[in-house]
């Protein structure tokens, strides 16, 4: 059975940290790399970070500095450490693998890659 269960969110003050877990089933990764998206309110789903399959990691300009994706995979799981959160940062958070481990992240897609269920982050000031 595969999936994505993610964990980690909730209610936090501007400024402060969470720390998000995605555990992943039926597929491994030590052969996909794994991303982290978020959809604010009213806003469409962005992709925020991923790791690639050779360790490479990436972040969009917003959270670089802040945020830091890691994987064990021995464990099947990957991790969003958010700190100096803003309210800015408020959505719903998703982990997600590609279908194909070649695709580009930017084309990553529920319905045609694999996605966890999402944890809410809220950020308060």
């Known amino acids: 059975q595969l999936a994505l269960v993610e964990s980690g969110g909730g209610l936090v003050l501007s400024g402060g940290s969470l720390r998000l877990s995605c555990v992943v089933s039926?597929?491994?990764?030590?052969?996909?790399?794994i991303g982290w998206f978020r959809q604010a309110p009213g806003k469409e789903r962005e992709g925020i970070s991923y790791?690639?399959?050779?360790?490479?990691?990436h972040y969009i300009d917003s959270v670089k500095g802040r945020f830091t994706i890691s994987r064990d995979s021995a464990k099947n799981t990957a991790w969003l450490q958010m700190d100096n959160l803003k309210p800015d940062d408020t959505g719903v958070y998703y982990c997600?693998?590609?279908?194909?481990?070649?695709?580009?992240?930017?084309?990553?897609?529920?319905?045609?890659?694999?996605w966890g269920q999402g944890t809410q982050v809220t950020v308060s000031s």
């Open positions: 790791m690639a399959l050779n360790g490479s990691t």
């Open positions: 997600a693998a590609p279908r194909w481990r070649e695709r580009p992240f930017f084309l990553w897609r529920p319905g045609s890659d694999y």
């Open positions: 039926g597929i491994t990764l030590y052969t996909s790399p």
